[in-house]
């Protein structure tokens, strides 16, 4: 059964149990008969999003730079689960990271956003805390409150003759937010719908450099669990981000008898009919019919039913036959009259032969 089915059944199951609650993926909400996706997913669930992203960014004279900072978050705890880039609890994290850096950072000409490159515990929380895991075995782990957060902020601009001028400008633009955030931000130690930031004198690590490729913008465009499955295609006049489900491109899924959709395991191929027809190959080639493989089966079984008992009729009936030949090259001897006439004029008598007038005076001898 296909991912696709899996979802329309486990929706199905869902609206009929009065005791579940439906739990719509992506920031979908439930309104007592279906998931209302934001924009740009959908599905039963909010699972799939969309194949391309289209912007009003110009390729020509677009230029894509970058910068490294490093910011410590004081109000949330570090756990393992913060380096496992699929789990909730870092996509959770990341999705809030993105949301409150955009606040920061966003009144900043050309910014398009961050893409967080480490986390690691602050430094008053490094030295660990004993931990027990489902082993049984207790280790030390850098669990802690605080977060050391390195990030890359992402910006475009256009070709200039002064663009080193420009890279050293933004650098210092962004210093200044981060500074001016720290200031107003207040007491925001336990207010988990903020970061609340910290920052040493000298946060930047990398200066800001320019990008090779568009890609990192199509990156930013692109959901928190999304991100790795687009890319720039250059052949227009703007930028537009696709994926490999994308149509009419280099890198197209063929997907056959079926569907490409993106989904947070990258794009997958989602088979038609499956109620209908079996896929036996890769990326749903291979249909086979569920209907003519059960009416083939049918006749198959007829045919075979028919051939058998079509030789057990044939058996039976030459061993009828033969029964009958026996008995009767048994018995012509003893049943004859009597007497025989062979070919070259003797006549032999059968004295076997059941004689009748023998038989009446048999008893006077």
């Known amino acids: 059964m296909g991912s696709c089915t899996r979802a329309f059944l486990l929706l199905f199951l869902l609206l009929f149990r009065g005791d579940v609650a439906v739990v719509c993926q992506n920031g979908g909400t439930y309104d007592g008969v279906k998931c209302l996706c934001l924009s740009d997913f959908y599905g039963p669930l909010c699972e799939f999003f969309s ?77 660990g805390a004993w931990v027990r895991r489902a082993g049984g075995d207790s280790v030390s782990s850098p669990v802690g409150t605080g977060l050391e957060v390195e990030h ?46 910290a920052v040493s004198s000298s946060p930047i690590i990398k200066n800001m450099t320019q990008s090779s490729s568009f890609d990192a913008l199509c990156q930013q465009r692109a959901p928190v669990g999304y991100q790795d499955y687009y890319f720039a295609q250059n052949t227009s006049s703007t930028i537009r981000c696709i994926t490999n489900c994308t149509a009419n491109t280099p890198g197209t899924i063929d997907c056959h008898h079926g569907e490409c959709r993106v989904t947070r395991t990258g794009p997958q191929c989602f088979c038609r009919d499956e109620s209908l027809y079996w896929y036996t190959g890769t990326q749903c080639s291979g249909r086979v019919s569920k209907v003519a493989t059960g009416l083939g089966v049918v006749v198959t079984v007829l045919l075979v039913a028919c051939v058998v008992l079509a030789v057990l009729l044939v058996i039976r009936k030459k061993g009828r036959k033969r029964n009958t030949s026996a008995t009767i090259e048994e018995n012509w001897y003893e049943n004859d009259d009597g007497t025989w006439t062979a070919s070259d004029g003797f006549v032999l008598k059968n004295k076997n032969a059941t004689d009748p007038g023998r038989e009446g005076s048999g008893g006077q001898q």
């Open 51 to 127: 194949d391309s992203i289209t912007t009003e960014i110009p390729i020509e004279g677009t230029i894509v730079a970058n910068v490294e900072l490093v910011v410590t978050i004081t109000n949330f705890d570090y756990t393992e689960e913060l380096q496992d880039l699929r789990s909730e609890a870092y996509e959770s994290f990341a999705r809030h990271f993105r949301q409150e850096m955009a606040k920061i950072y966003g009144s900043v000409p050309g910014y398009e956003g961050v893409k967080i490159l480490r986390i690691v515990p602050a430094a008053s929380s490094r030295r």
């Open 152 to 197: 890359e902020v992402i910006f475009r601009t256009t070709a200039s003759p002064n663009l080193t001028e420009e890279f050293q400008n933004k650098t210092q633009e962004l210093v200044q937010k981060l500074q001016e955030t720290v200031k107003s931000q207040g007491d925001c130690g336990h207010d988990s719908s903020v970061v609340c930031i």
